[in-house]
């Protein structure tokens, strides 16, 4: 499909903005442009206008900018190809198809479009029948209001096999079927996959009716009963009530996601319009993308039942290997044995929202879960716990975040068994067990390995990685002057964030090139006394100790001099590509947060998977340079 220039000048120049924008908030004229309060962040005098004549919208209270099409994908929530057909659509032009094929794929779709309409108008006619009574009863039951019914466009399923059949005889058979509306099996004649169901209509971001969802009204299984996948609907690609969810997150800079659609549907009619639910399934890795594109940390609120709180950690699991800088999840603790329409009917709209201002972030989430979902109180189970959680750091693609999070679960895990242990020498049991004699007689001695000097200076290396890699090259070259020689090139076009740092290093190349040889500790003497002790700092024995810079080699003998050298270069290496890794990552996450179609916001995200899978190479080899044994990392 080619979408040149000029084709998309045209279909602006046919999308008068004022109007379109008119359809979803009030604007007054003001001379020869439009005003209004603008929808994307809250206030009560009007700063955003409207220009019909240049086509594109700005407000000057937060900067919101953009055409026809930047309006569907920003305050309607639609990927940059359905806003374009939207538009093109109302404006009578004809999207470029991209080869017959693709065109007659699209035409098929439309038919079947066609099919799942007039199936809701018949669903919605029998909900209003006599057959239609049991149905409203138990809508009635629910508490659901005849303007939600209308809104969400609730119907019910006759309880016979071919009912709805007959009702769309006028439809080619084979399109029922493929539809999902009948089943079809070999030898039998197709029948009705609803009956005796409340119907509930499952719409696409664009608000076409796409899949089904049927609610039994009595006992039997199963309770809840969805659309097969179809060429209109994959369920792992769809969030039940986006169409309506996606504007409104706009205005409350937020979207929740519940369980079911019944939730959903209770949450709107509370006064809750920004709700999703998955539809039968986990929440998946595309859900979660299409929930980023609305909120950055989206809200998952799903039932105080232990279910429920696997569902979360699941979806959890899930978010883990695609986090991103910003970009996260927020959980929300439900009462035991309560969902959101229990608490919306029995507590009102306050409750709800006190329970999402309580929202966790996702660390403390997955933190109180590990810690509770099986018992810490033997040694054994306590290593469990750090295996549960180091297997959910172990999953994370970014490399920064990553070791964020390692952080946080082993100053959770510190604070947690340090308290315990505190307790115990408190109490009795421990001064009358001899065990406090024991311990201060220095023949036990705890090893915490959360807090060993290898873990410290492997985490300062994470944060301070650069600074830090640098220091250990000059210490190395300050030892080993006559390895100059071996790296001068690769030193001349390097960075550097300290002065002191180009200070010390440009002086070791200056005196290398007036002199032949050059001794470690004349070298140190010639130093103006605040790079000297710069210089003698670099050199202590506790400072990180790789292997190219620790001081027991001997630099005079070949087989440690080839090791200091090939180290060394690889150090260098390392120092200098881990700018570049920085800013791609920070130039991916950047295009994925500004992304105006699906397509750019997935390419933005594989390049953040591909660079986080390159900085994890980095943080590799750069922890392979290091003497100690990092098996904790």
């Not at 969902?339 to 972030?361: C, R, Y």
């Not at 040889?517 to 000297?532: G, K, R, V």
Request: aromatic share 8%.
């Amino acid at each position: 499909m080619s979408l040149t220039p000029q084709w998309l000048d045209e279909l602006r120049s046919r999308t008068t903005l004022s109007a379109l924008i008119g359809r979803s908030i009030k604007v007054t004229k003001a001379g020869r442009e439009y005003k209004a309060c603008c929808p994307f962040h809250n206030e009560k005098t009007p700063s955003f206008t409207i220009n019909d004549e240049k086509g594109f919208y700005h407000c000057f209270g937060c900067s919101a900018h953009g055409d026809a099409i930047r309006w569907m994908t920003d305050q309607r929530g639609l990927g940059f190809m359905d806003a374009v057909k939207e538009l093109a659509s109302e404006a009578g032009m004809e999207v470029p198809a991209p080869d017959p094929k693709a065109a007659k794929k699209q035409e098929k779709r439309n038919n079947l479009y066609d099919v799942m309409n007039a199936a809701q108008d018949f669903f919605v006619q029998q909900l209003g029948s006599v057959q239609g009574s049991h149905a409203r009863e138990y809508m009635q039951s629910r508490g659901l209001k005849e303007k939600t019914a209308i809104d969400f466009g609730f119907g019910y399923a006759p309880d016979n096999r071919g009912a709805l059949k007959q009702a769309l005889s006028h439809f080619d058979m084979a399109m029922l079927v493929e539809a999902g509306l009948l089943i079809s099996v070999d030898g039998k004649d197709p029948y009705d996959r609803f009956r005796g169901r409340l119907m509930i209509p499952i719409r696409d971001i664009r608000g076409r009716i796409i899949a089904f969802g049927g609610r039994i009204l009595g006992d039997g299984e199963p309770k809840y009963l969805n659309s097969p996948d179809t060429p209109l609907f994959d369920k792992g690609r769809t969030l039940y009530n986006l169409d309506k969810a996606s504007p409104a997150s706009r205005q409350t800079g937020r979207v929740i996601v519940c369980e079911g659609y019944m939730d959903v549907i209770a949450l709107a009619q509370a006064g809750f319009p920004d709700c999703v639910a998955p539809l039968g399934t986990a929440v998946t890795e595309q859900q979660i993308q299409m929930l980023w594109r609305m909120s950055e940390a989206p809200i998952l609120c799903f039932d105080g039942d232990r279910a429920g709180q696997k569902a979360a950690v699941r979806a959890s699991s899930r978010a883990l290997p695609m986090l991103m800088p910003g970009h996260s999840l927020r959980i929300s603790n439900l009462p035991p044995g309560q969902d959101p329409d229990d608490i919306v009917s029995q507590n009102g709209k306050l409750a709800f929202d006190d329970i999402l201002q309580k929202a966790k972030p996702l660390d403390e989430h997955i933190w109180g879960y590990e810690k509770t979902s099986q018992p810490i109180d033997t040694p054994e189970e306590r290593a469990g716990l750090k295996k549960r959680l180091n297997d959910h750091v172990s999953t994370i693609g970014n490399d920064d975040i990553r070791m964020l999070y390692g952080q946080s679960f082993r100053e959770r895990f510190e604070t947690l068994f340090q308290n315990k242990a505190t307790d115990y020498k408190n109490s009795s049991n421990y001064r009358n067990s001899g065990a406090q004699n024991y311990h201060n007689n220095g023949r036990f001695k705890s090893k915490n390995r959360f807090n060993n000097a290898p873990l410290d200076k492997t985490r300062a290396i994470g944060v301070h990685g650069s600074d830090i890699l640098l220091e250990a090259i000059i210490a190395c070259l300050l030892r080993h002057p006559k390895m100059i020689n071996t790296c001068f090139e690769r030193l001349n076009d390097i960075s550097f964030k300290q002065d002191w740092h180009k200070a010390i290093l440009d002086s070791l190349l200056d005196n290398m090139n007036q002199k032949e040889t050059l001794e470690s500790e004349a070298f140190l003497t010639i130093l103006e006394p605040s790079l000297y002790n710069k210089a003698r700092k670099l050199l202590r024995a506790d400072q990180p100790n790789f292997a190219f810079s620790k001081n027991n080699l001997n630099g005079d003998d070949k087989d440690d001099l080839d090791q200091i050298g090939s180290s060394l270069l690889e150090a260098i290496r390392l120092y200098k590509q881990r700018p570049k890794l920085d800013s791609e990552l920070k130039d991916a996450s950047r295009r994925a947060k500004l992304a105006e179609n699906d397509e750019d916001f997935a390419k933005a995200y594989e390049d953040t998977v591909r660079i986080g899978k390159a900085k994890q190479e980095y943080d590799r080899r750069l922890a392979s340079l290091l003497t100690q044994d990092l098996s904790d990392i």
